[in-house]
């Protein structure tokens, strides 16, 4: 799903740069058994696109499972030059970001949450390009209009 909305979001992700909040499948800890970020860290290289990421913890695991992903010291050195960021892990510190900030390091002010950890409507109003999971693209929460069913007897 994160590549398909970061090619409606970016288009065509060959020579795109895209950087990855989190590589970790949980936060707190620096597991990646059947982490999210194996599969889009590869998905989006297969794609052209070449692939930063971040996390607090797993950096050590991650350089020997994804040798291909570049790794930075931190979310916002991670964020200068990216056209996109893909929350993967809701680590804490993710959620305190300076995102003025970000939005300034960013080559575009992209943002697929993969997680929900930040509120679409102010990230919106700050002029980033956001989506987030389950979420419509008008930033709200998806509802469904069931019809009330109807005992016929």
């Known amino acids: 799903m994160a590549i398909a909305r970061l090619?409606?979001?970016l288009g065509d992700l060959s020579g795109k740069t895209i950087g990855l909040l989190g590589l970790s499948f949980k936060?707190?800890?620096d597991d990646m058994r059947d982490a999210p970020s194996i599969d889009i860290a590869r998905s989006l290289i297969a794609a052209g696109a070449t692939v930063r990421a971040?996390?607090?913890v797993a950096m050590d695991v991650a350089r020997t499972i994804l040798p291909e992903v570049t790794?930075?010291?931190d979310a916002y050195t991670l964020a200068e030059g990216c056209d996109a960021l893909v929350v993967v892990t809701e680590w804490n510190e993710f959620?305190?970001?300076d995102l003025a900030q970000v939005h300034d390091l960013l080559r575009q002010p992209v943002i697929f949450d993969g997680r929900n950890i930040y509120d679409a409507d102010l990230l919106r109003e700050n002029g980033f390009h956001y989506r987030g999971v389950?979420?419509?693209y008008n930033g709200?929460?998806?509802?469904?209009?069931v019809e009330p069913y109807q005992l016929e007897l």
Request: aromatic share 4%.
């Open 71 to 73: 790794l930075a010291p």
């Open 95 to 97: 959620k305190h970001l």
């Open 7 to 9: 090619q409606e979001m």
């Open 140 to 145: 709200s929460k998806l509802t469904l209009e």
């Open 54 to 56: 971040y996390d607090p």
């Open 134 to 136: 389950g979420r419509g």
């Open 27 to 29: 936060p707190n800890t």
